[in-house]
């Protein structure tokens, strides 16, 4: 699967982050690569690879810390799939909304 991750098709690299966010939550290595796709890619591999990063199962404050860095995107659809991905990933945690905030003022 992480081998479609440089398909040349866009739906093909989209499916393959949307699985990679399913089954991949405990290794660091998918992470990484998500994480890679969300700094670097196009805006619909970024908001999915937001969106998988929020499905992860590993607890490791540095995958919040590079969402939260995320928000500092321009594109609002990103920011969106940042904050839902956020959301799930700390859920129960009250701060968090309080974290965004201070974050970025215009979500």
Known sequence: IVTRLNDWD???RIEAIKVLGKIGGKNQDVIEKLFVILNTGPPK???EAASSLG???LKDSRVTEGLL???KDQNPAIKVAVVEALGKL???NTN???IIAKMDDNI
Do not use: R
């Open 10 to 12: 866009l739906k093909v």
């Open 45 to 47: 591999l970024k908001q």
């Open 55 to 57: 499905n992860i199962t």
């Open 69 to 71: 860095e995320t928000l």
């Open 90 to 92: 700390e859920k129960g």
């Open 96 to 98: 968090i909304l309080e």
